[in-house]
Protein backbone atom coordinates (compact mmCIF):
# COMPACT_ATOMS: atom_id res chain seq x y z
CA UNK A 1 0.00 0.00 0.00
CA UNK A 2 1.19 3.22 -0.66
CA UNK A 3 0.85 5.80 2.50
CA UNK A 4 1.81 8.99 -0.07
CA UNK A 5 -1.28 11.06 -0.55
CA UNK A 6 -2.14 10.98 -4.06
CA UNK A 7 -3.63 14.74 -5.01
CA UNK A 8 -5.48 14.60 -8.69
CA UNK A 9 -5.62 18.30 -9.76
CA UNK A 10 -8.47 19.03 -12.45
CA UNK A 11 -9.81 22.08 -14.71
CA UNK A 12 -12.76 24.40 -13.17
CA UNK A 13 -15.59 21.78 -15.19
CA UNK A 14 -18.08 19.35 -14.43
CA UNK A 15 -16.53 17.07 -16.65
CA UNK A 16 -12.98 17.20 -15.29
CA UNK A 17 -14.15 17.25 -11.54
CA UNK A 18 -16.33 13.68 -12.48
CA UNK A 19 -13.03 12.58 -14.32
CA UNK A 20 -11.22 12.99 -11.30
CA UNK A 21 -13.99 11.24 -9.57
CA UNK A 22 -13.57 8.35 -11.88
CA UNK A 23 -9.17 8.37 -11.43
CA UNK A 24 -9.90 9.35 -7.59
CA UNK A 25 -12.26 6.05 -7.16
CA UNK A 26 -9.76 3.75 -8.90
CA UNK A 27 -6.81 5.16 -6.88
CA UNK A 28 -8.54 4.83 -3.34
CA UNK A 29 -9.30 0.84 -4.43
CA UNK A 30 -6.02 0.44 -4.71
CA UNK A 31 -5.19 1.46 -1.11
CA UNK A 32 -3.98 5.24 -2.28
CA UNK A 33 -5.42 8.29 -0.15
CA UNK A 34 -6.49 10.42 -2.55
CA UNK A 35 -7.77 13.85 -2.47
CA UNK A 36 -8.99 16.04 -5.15
CA UNK A 37 -8.73 19.69 -5.67
CA UNK A 38 -9.74 22.49 -8.62
CA UNK A 39 -6.72 24.28 -10.21
CA UNK A 40 -3.11 23.75 -8.11
CA UNK A 41 -3.09 23.71 -4.85
CA UNK A 42 -2.11 26.52 -2.19
CA UNK A 43 -0.67 24.26 0.16
CA UNK A 44 1.17 21.63 -1.25
CA UNK A 45 3.47 19.67 0.20
CA UNK A 46 6.45 17.50 -0.08
CA UNK A 47 4.96 14.37 0.98
CA UNK A 48 2.31 14.07 -1.51
CA UNK A 49 1.88 12.87 -5.56
CA UNK A 50 0.36 15.47 -7.44
CA UNK A 51 -1.01 14.23 -10.72
CA UNK A 52 -3.05 16.66 -13.46
CA UNK A 53 -6.52 15.25 -14.67
CA UNK A 54 -7.35 15.87 -18.25
CA UNK A 55 -11.28 15.95 -18.69
CA UNK A 56 -12.75 12.51 -20.11
CA UNK A 57 -16.00 13.04 -21.54
CA UNK A 58 -16.43 8.98 -21.69
CA UNK A 59 -14.90 8.99 -17.75
CA UNK A 60 -17.57 11.88 -17.07
CA UNK A 61 -20.26 10.58 -18.19
CA UNK A 62 -19.93 7.22 -16.49
CA UNK A 63 -19.49 9.06 -13.34
CA UNK A 64 -22.91 10.85 -13.63
CA UNK A 65 -24.96 7.55 -15.00
CA UNK A 66 -23.89 5.61 -12.01
CA UNK A 67 -24.70 8.50 -9.67
CA UNK A 68 -28.46 8.69 -11.11
CA UNK A 69 -28.23 4.88 -10.98
CA UNK A 70 -27.02 3.82 -7.81
CA UNK A 71 -27.72 6.84 -5.72
CA UNK A 72 -30.20 9.52 -6.90
CA UNK A 73 -31.34 11.79 -9.56
CA UNK A 74 -31.46 14.32 -6.39
CA UNK A 75 -27.79 13.21 -5.44
CA UNK A 76 -27.16 13.86 -9.30
CA UNK A 77 -28.21 17.07 -8.65
CA UNK A 78 -26.80 19.00 -5.87
CA UNK A 79 -23.76 16.99 -7.00
CA UNK A 80 -24.16 18.87 -10.39
CA UNK A 81 -25.07 22.17 -8.21
CA UNK A 82 -22.03 21.66 -5.97
CA UNK A 83 -19.37 21.44 -8.99
CA UNK A 84 -20.74 25.40 -10.15
CA UNK A 85 -19.49 26.58 -6.83
CA UNK A 86 -16.27 28.77 -6.87
CA UNK A 87 -14.99 27.05 -2.94
CA UNK A 88 -11.53 25.59 -3.18
CA UNK A 89 -12.91 22.15 -1.68
CA UNK A 90 -15.69 21.43 -4.11
CA UNK A 91 -14.14 18.79 -5.78
CA UNK A 92 -13.28 17.10 -2.67
CA UNK A 93 -16.44 17.72 -0.82
CA UNK A 94 -17.98 15.77 -4.04
CA UNK A 95 -15.46 13.25 -3.72
CA UNK A 96 -16.14 12.40 0.14
CA UNK A 97 -20.15 12.70 -0.37
CA UNK A 98 -19.72 9.72 -3.45
CA UNK A 99 -17.55 7.71 -1.19
CA UNK A 100 -20.03 7.48 1.48
CA UNK A 101 -23.31 7.98 -1.45
CA UNK A 102 -22.19 5.00 -3.17
CA UNK A 103 -22.53 2.75 0.31
CA UNK A 104 -25.55 4.21 1.60
CA UNK A 105 -28.05 4.53 -1.75
CA UNK A 106 -30.21 7.52 -1.96
CA UNK A 107 -31.37 7.61 1.52
CA UNK A 108 -28.31 9.29 2.10
CA UNK A 109 -29.69 12.47 1.03
CA UNK A 110 -31.87 13.23 3.78
CA UNK A 111 -29.21 12.28 6.41
CA UNK A 112 -28.28 15.71 7.20
CA UNK A 113 -26.12 15.45 10.25
CA UNK A 114 -23.29 13.67 8.07
CA UNK A 115 -20.83 16.27 7.71
CA UNK A 116 -20.06 15.17 4.10
CA UNK A 117 -23.41 15.45 3.37
CA UNK A 118 -24.59 18.51 4.89
CA UNK A 119 -21.39 20.18 2.94
CA UNK A 120 -22.46 18.81 -0.48
CA UNK A 121 -25.62 20.60 -0.05
CA UNK A 122 -24.68 23.85 1.09
CA UNK A 123 -22.45 23.84 -2.31
CA UNK A 124 -25.45 22.83 -3.88
CA UNK A 125 -27.95 25.72 -2.21
CA UNK A 126 -25.68 28.47 -2.79
CA UNK A 127 -25.57 27.47 -6.49
CA UNK A 128 -29.54 27.16 -6.72
CA UNK A 129 -29.93 30.53 -4.86
CA UNK A 130 -27.65 32.12 -6.98
CA UNK A 131 -29.60 31.18 -9.93
CA UNK A 132 -32.53 31.86 -8.83
CA UNK A 133 -31.84 35.66 -8.43
CA UNK A 134 -29.99 35.90 -11.73
CA UNK A 135 -33.17 34.63 -13.18
CA UNK A 136 -34.66 37.83 -12.39
CA UNK A 137 -31.46 40.24 -12.56
CA UNK A 138 -30.57 39.27 -15.99
CA UNK A 139 -30.86 42.41 -18.14
CA UNK A 140 -30.56 42.55 -22.02
CA UNK A 141 -29.00 45.06 -24.33
CA UNK A 142 -30.82 45.26 -28.02
CA UNK A 143 -27.30 45.19 -30.20
CA UNK A 144 -28.37 45.17 -33.71
CA UNK A 145 -31.05 42.57 -33.17
CA UNK A 146 -29.23 40.34 -30.54
CA UNK A 147 -30.21 40.62 -27.38
CA UNK A 148 -26.74 40.69 -24.93
CA UNK A 149 -26.77 40.47 -21.04
CA UNK A 150 -22.98 40.54 -19.31
CA UNK A 151 -23.73 39.29 -15.61
CA UNK A 152 -20.45 38.15 -13.19
CA UNK A 153 -21.79 35.78 -10.58
CA UNK A 154 -19.91 34.40 -7.93
CA UNK A 155 -20.62 31.22 -8.79
CA UNK A 156 -20.67 29.23 -12.18
CA UNK A 157 -24.66 29.85 -12.77
CA UNK A 158 -24.39 30.47 -16.59
CA UNK A 159 -25.10 26.52 -17.24
CA UNK A 160 -28.20 26.39 -15.21
CA UNK A 161 -29.35 29.50 -16.71
CA UNK A 162 -29.43 28.67 -20.59
CA UNK A 163 -33.01 26.69 -20.38
CA UNK A 164 -34.58 28.84 -18.52
CA UNK A 165 -34.06 31.69 -20.88
CA UNK A 166 -34.16 29.82 -24.14
CA UNK A 167 -37.82 28.41 -23.04
CA UNK A 168 -38.83 32.03 -22.29
CA UNK A 169 -36.99 33.79 -25.77
CA UNK A 170 -37.22 31.03 -27.97
CA UNK A 171 -37.63 33.25 -31.12
CA UNK A 172 -34.61 35.15 -30.06
CA UNK A 173 -31.18 35.75 -30.69
CA UNK A 174 -29.58 36.66 -27.41
CA UNK A 175 -26.41 35.78 -25.48
CA UNK A 176 -25.23 35.96 -22.01
CA UNK A 177 -21.55 36.84 -20.89
CA UNK A 178 -20.63 35.58 -17.98
CA UNK A 179 -17.41 38.21 -17.78
CA UNK A 180 -15.40 36.35 -14.42
CA UNK A 181 -15.16 33.47 -16.41
CA UNK A 182 -15.04 34.48 -19.94
CA UNK A 183 -18.03 32.17 -20.85
CA UNK A 184 -20.82 32.59 -23.09
CA UNK A 185 -24.09 31.34 -23.40
CA UNK A 186 -25.48 31.87 -26.99
CA UNK A 187 -29.34 31.33 -28.46
CA UNK A 188 -29.71 31.76 -32.12
CA UNK A 189 -33.41 32.49 -32.75
CA UNK A 190 -34.96 29.36 -32.95
CA UNK A 191 -32.61 27.09 -32.45
CA UNK A 192 -30.57 25.39 -29.20
CA UNK A 193 -27.96 27.18 -26.97
CA UNK A 194 -25.16 26.41 -26.06
CA UNK A 195 -21.64 27.69 -24.07
CA UNK A 196 -18.60 28.83 -25.76
CA UNK A 197 -15.54 29.50 -23.48
CA UNK A 198 -12.68 31.58 -23.68
CA UNK A 199 -14.63 34.39 -24.89
CA UNK A 200 -13.13 37.54 -24.84
CA UNK A 201 -15.32 40.55 -25.75
CA UNK A 202 -14.58 43.28 -28.37
CA UNK A 203 -13.77 46.71 -26.85
CA UNK A 204 -16.20 47.95 -29.78
CA UNK A 205 -19.33 45.90 -28.34
CA UNK A 206 -18.55 47.13 -25.22
CA UNK A 207 -18.76 50.94 -26.21
CA UNK A 208 -22.11 49.86 -27.83
CA UNK A 209 -23.24 48.06 -25.07
CA UNK A 210 -22.71 51.63 -22.81
CA UNK A 211 -25.26 53.18 -24.76
CA UNK A 212 -28.94 53.02 -24.34
CA UNK A 213 -30.85 51.12 -26.66
CA UNK A 214 -34.75 50.17 -26.43
CA UNK A 215 -34.71 47.66 -23.69
CA UNK A 216 -32.77 49.83 -21.21
CA UNK A 217 -35.25 52.42 -22.04
CA UNK A 218 -38.24 50.02 -21.21
CA UNK A 219 -36.24 48.67 -17.85
CA UNK A 220 -35.41 52.58 -16.86
CA UNK A 221 -38.70 53.94 -17.60
CA UNK A 222 -40.77 50.87 -15.77
CA UNK A 223 -38.63 51.31 -12.87
CA UNK A 224 -38.80 54.96 -12.20
CA UNK A 225 -42.60 54.43 -12.55
CA UNK A 226 -43.39 51.52 -10.72
CA UNK A 227 -41.33 53.53 -7.43
CA UNK A 228 -43.32 54.76 -4.79
CA UNK A 229 -41.23 58.08 -3.55
CA UNK A 230 -43.08 57.40 0.06
CA UNK A 231 -42.25 54.34 0.78
CA UNK A 232 -38.52 53.91 -0.55
CA UNK A 233 -36.69 52.49 1.55
CA UNK A 234 -32.83 52.11 0.27
CA UNK A 235 -31.76 49.97 3.37
CA UNK A 236 -34.61 47.12 2.82
CA UNK A 237 -33.64 47.70 -0.56
CA UNK A 238 -30.13 46.97 -0.45
CA UNK A 239 -31.08 44.09 1.98
CA UNK A 240 -32.93 42.15 -0.93
CA UNK A 241 -30.67 42.66 -3.78
CA UNK A 242 -27.28 43.74 -2.99
CA UNK A 243 -25.01 46.01 -4.52
CA UNK A 244 -22.58 43.31 -6.22
CA UNK A 245 -26.01 42.69 -8.35
CA UNK A 246 -26.35 46.11 -9.69
CA UNK A 247 -23.42 46.51 -12.11
CA UNK A 248 -24.97 45.08 -14.70
CA UNK A 249 -28.48 46.09 -13.95
CA UNK A 250 -29.99 48.22 -16.30
CA UNK A 251 -32.08 50.15 -13.57
CA UNK A 252 -29.00 51.02 -11.70
CA UNK A 253 -26.98 52.43 -14.81
CA UNK A 254 -26.66 55.81 -14.12
Avoid at 68 to 89: N, T, W
Avoid at 124 to 132: D, I, L, P
Avoid at 142 to 149: I, K
Avoid at 188 to 207: K, M, Y
Wanted: charged fraction near 25%.
Amino acid sequence: MDSCKLVLICEDSFDSIMTAVYDGWRCRNQGRTVELTVGQPFDADLFSEYQTVAPDLEKAVKVAASIRKKISERAYIAVYQAAMHFAPDRAQAIFLFLTLAYQKGGSIMNDYGNPHVARLLALSRKVSNETHLFRGFVRFHDVSGVLVSRIEPKCNVLPLLGDDFADRFPGEHWAIYDERRKLAAIHPAGGEWGLVSQIQTDPALSEQLEREGGYEKLWKTFFNTIEIESRRNPRCQRTMLPNWYRKNMTEFRT
